[in-house]
């Protein structure tokens, strides 16, 4: 069975960037999980080829990849799983989608729908905006440290702290409780983004 990583890296949606290279060099810095996650303007079949590439290098190095909202294109490629947030599949029908043996990753920003996408087969939890995130920018309100802590608290998997996260903050969100945490600009936006993901690989591991 995999197992839940515990240093995500979700990829850049910016248009222009070299996404393998970006996650290969993760990869060498110690990321345990990759998501593919592309933007609504990217074609199904950009998507699929992408995801493919990408799949290639986690299976190289061993780590789980997961797809991002589009389970057709995670099934497509022969990918770990996906990840689902409200306005994707709903849990029950994301999990009914991929089997019963893939990982499902759910977002719940609060106990009790964290508990609701736990009940409906969710595998892990994606918990924020940790802090603000100059990534995605229609969040809402960061719940923090105390916010993550209320989520794992109410659930019996894992749940992974996004939003906003840097080396700096890791270890405070792994204190209130989070397993690990998903980053998209810690690493994709750093100048060395091998190093970025060996030092968040610091923060996050027991
Ligand atoms: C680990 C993790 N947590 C949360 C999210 C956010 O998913 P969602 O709310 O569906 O938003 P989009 O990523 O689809 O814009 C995530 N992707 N990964
Ligand atoms: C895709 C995504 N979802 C979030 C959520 O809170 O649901 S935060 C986020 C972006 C994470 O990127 P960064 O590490 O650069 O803040
Ligand atoms: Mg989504």
């Known amino acids: 069975m995999l197992t839940i990583g515990r240093l995500h890296l979700v990829t850049d949606v910016s248009p222009g960037r070299d996404v393998p ?19 609504s303007e990217i074609s199904d079949r950009a998507a699929y080829e992408l995801a493919g590439v990408v799949l ?10 997961l797809v991002n909202d589009r389970l057709h294109v995670a099934l497509a490629v022969g990918a770990d799983g996906g990840h ?3 306005t994707d599949l709903p849990v029950a029908a994301a999990r009914a989608v991929l089997g019963p043996h893939a990982v499902l990753g759910a977002t719940a920003r609060d106990p009790e729908s964290a508990r609701r996408a736990v009940a409906a087969g969710a595998d892990y939890l994606g918990t924020g905006p940790a802090y603000v995130s100059t990534t ?12 993550v802590a209320a989520v794992a608290a109410a659930v019996p998997v894992p749940v992974i702290a996004i939003g906003g996260v840097t080396e700096e903050t ?3 969100l792994r204190a209130a409780g989070a397993h690990g945490v998903a980053v998209v600009a810690a690493i994709c936006s750093a100048p060395d983004p091998r190093d970025a993901a060996a030092r968040l690989k610091r923060a996050v591991t027991p």
């Open 136 to 147: 995605k920018t229609t969040l809402p309100a960061p719940i923090g440290p105390a916010g």
């Open 170 to 172: 890791a270890a405070a």
């Open 56 to 65: 290639g290098l986690c299976r190289a190095a061993g780590v789980t990849c």
């Open 21 to 39: 290279a970006t996650v290969a060099a993760a990869l060498a810095g110690g990321v345990d999980t990759v998501q593919v996650r592309v933007g």
């Open 84 to 86: 689902v947030g409200d």
